[in-house]
């Protein structure tokens, strides 16, 4: 059942494992902060995954030197295209979920989800 | 100096009427109580809906959905975590150049990339060349969520706000909620002047600012571009802020610069990129010069859309830290 | 000298997984944060020993800059909001 290619990916194996962390950071933890975390965790490990995708082994960055234009030169440029827009939606996730954070504890006064659901629940919502 | 017209789009460019006023928030807010008997009289309120709703019949279905709920995520996220080690374990192996991933596309990239785009950097050329449209929705989500930020952090001045006799209870602010107060209260435990951090910040932040200058003008030549210049300028304002406090900043950056700023760069990537297909799909030259790779004037329209970008992300940066610190610009 | 680097990778991928994990059993949250923004430097370093600089620079001034500046202001907003004495509610 466990294919052959387990060692040899170590790279991709640490990246789900890291998902894998995050995610249960997601649904564990009662505080807020820490669940962001957890989703920012998760962002960075599915970067790495692609980013693992896009190396060849004993091959340089994708920048041209001295004019030498062969595919057997460099590494695989599309996934590194991917990554880049993908680090800087990130960052703006992150910056929107925390000022929900802040107007959150400004009405209710705590970080922990199991209270707000309580009062929540208090107010008829 | 010609009069401005008075008609709704008039007043709403120019501030004077806000057209989301009473239809963004679902209700009105709970206007923030005072501080001096309310957080004994929470810790009596938790208590009470501790009793309330965690009842004593309802106390050990509570807690066996609790350790339920607890068991079943952890049984989940270890099932995740191993179907995803199987599905590794099948893939193709790592760092091997015939992976069905390194097809003819990253093949044409790197091939042609240098005659068509000019750009030495073939990353840069393809994410700004190539797939500049990918690039231009991802500027667009920065600004988005600029505004997302701006409408949920945001505190009115106090004399604007107080001035118009039928705003509703919740814009008007309450005392504690003026941007001096907030502002107070943010710096109120922080050494202000600390000789140290403005001495050294005096030192740093041109080198920054600069480095961050290089770093956009030269993605096309060497790794960096946009995105990682316009981070680089945006923590060099964010550490004169920090040292210099908010009136010195204010000189030089204040809402009006960034509203300006993300307008013309916004709009110069869409008007050039627009230009850019159009002679695209029809067949038509593009007069921009290629230049020779390697100059720094070369490769097109690449120099001025990596400076739109590094502008956007420099002041979304920017914008995130002043908008939680202070509540405006 | 290729077994080397193979071997650095492995050990600063399994920092990696042990920084996570310590975000997750950590009491405080600010010690989470910091060793939340030593992950982000770590991953940096990672993408620069898989050959791709860009998303290296990057990462180095998003996420171990202003990702984690911003996490700092929220603790701090968070804390201001109490006030110092109430101690026992700061922390989750």
Redesign the interface.
């Given at each position: 059942m466990v294919g052959p290619n387990l060692f040899i990916n170590y790279g991709e194996a640490v990246a789900v494992i890291l998902f894998g962390i995050g995610f249960s950071n997601l649904l564990l933890q009662k505080n807020l902060i820490k669940k962001i975390i957890g989703l920012n965790i998760m962002d960075t490990a599915i970067y790495l995954f692609l980013a693992e995708k896009g190396y060849i082994a004993g091959r340089v960055a994708p920048i041209v030197v001295d004019g030498v234009q062969e595919v057997e030169a460099y590494i695989n440029p599309v996934p590194s295209g991917l990554v880049l827009t993908g680090i800087v939606v990130s960052v703006s996730v992150t910056a929107i979920m925390l000022s929900l954070t802040i107007r959150l504890y400004r009405r209710y006064h705590t970080l922990d989800l199991d209270e707000i659901s309580m009062r929540l629940k208090k107010e008829g919502l | 100096m010609k009069e401005k017209k008075n008609n709704a789009f008039t007043r709403w460019f120019y501030g004077e009427e806000d057209t989301l006023l009473d239809k963004v928030e679902m209700k009105p807010?709970?206007e923030?109580a005072p501080?001096e008997g309310e957080?004994r009289e929470?810790m009596k309120e938790?208590e009470m809906?501790?009793e309330q709703?965690y009842d004593v019949e309802d106390n050990h279905k509570l807690r066996l959905f609790h350790k339920m709920y607890?068991i079943a995520?952890?049984i989940?996220?270890?099932t995740?975590?191993s179907i995803?080690?199987?599905t590794?374990?099948?893939?193709?192996?790592?760092?091997?150049?015939d992976?069905p991933?390194?097809n003819e596309?990253?093949?044409r990239?790197?091939?042609s990339?240098?005659q068509e785009t000019g750009a030495?950097?073939?990353?840069?050329g393809?994410?700004l060349d190539y797939?500049a449209f990918?690039?231009f929705g991802?500027s667009n989500?920065?600004f988005i969520?600029t505004v997302?930020?701006l409408i949920?952090?945001r505190l009115d001045k106090e004399k604007k706000a107080l001035a118009k006799p039928g705003v509703p209870v919740y814009q008007k602010p309450v005392d504690e909620l003026t941007i001096a107060k907030a502002q107070a209260?943010?710096r109120?435990y922080e050494p202000k002047n600390d000789v140290i951090l403005q001495k050294v910040a005096g030192f740093l932040v041109p080198i920054i600012i600069i480095f961050g200058i290089y770093?956009i003008l030269n993605g096309h030549l060497?790794?960096?571009?946009g995105?990682?210049g316009g981070?680089?300028i945006?923590?060099g304002l964010?550490l004169y802020l920090n040292a210099f406090g908010f009136e010195k900043t204010e000189r030089f950056f204040t809402e009006k610069t960034y509203k300006w700023t993300c307008f013309f760069a916004l709009t110069f990537y869409c008007l050039a990129k627009s230009y850019s297909f159009f002679t695209g799909a029809n067949h038509l030259e593009s007069g921009i010069p290629l230049g020779t790779?390697g100059a720094i004037l070369s490769s097109g329209l690449i120099l001025p859309l990596n400076i739109c970008v590094g502008l956007v992300?420099a002041c979304?940066?920017y914008a995130?830290?002043v908008?939680?610190?202070k509540g405006g610009f | 000298m290729r077994g080397i680097m193979q071997i650095f990778t492995c050990i600063l991928m399994g920092f990696l997984v042990i920084c996570a994990i310590s975000v997750t059993f950590s009491k405080k949250l600010l010690n989470s944060i910091l060793i939340f923004m030593s992950y982000s430097l770590v991953m940096s370093i990672i993408w620069m020993l898989l050959e791709s600089p860009d998303l290296a620079i990057t990462e180095a001034a998003v996420g171990a800059g202003v990702t984690s500046v911003l996490f700092f202001v929220t603790l701090k907003k968070i804390h201001a909001m109490v006030g110092e004495d109430n101690d026992e509610r700061k922390e989750e």
């Open positions: - | 807010q709970k923030y501080r957080i929470l938790r809906l501790r709703i607890q995520a952890v989940f996220c270890l995740l975590i995803m080690l199987v590794v374990s099948w893939l193709p192996p790592n760092g091997d150049p992976n991933v390194n596309v990253s093949a990239y790197i091939e990339g240098l030495v950097n073939i990353v840069t393809m994410i797939r990918d690039t991802e989500v920065l969520a997302t930020v949920l952090l209260d943010d109120v770093v060497s790794p960096g571009g995105f990682s981070a680089i945006g923590a964010i790779p992300v979304t940066m995130f830290y908008l939680f610190r | -």
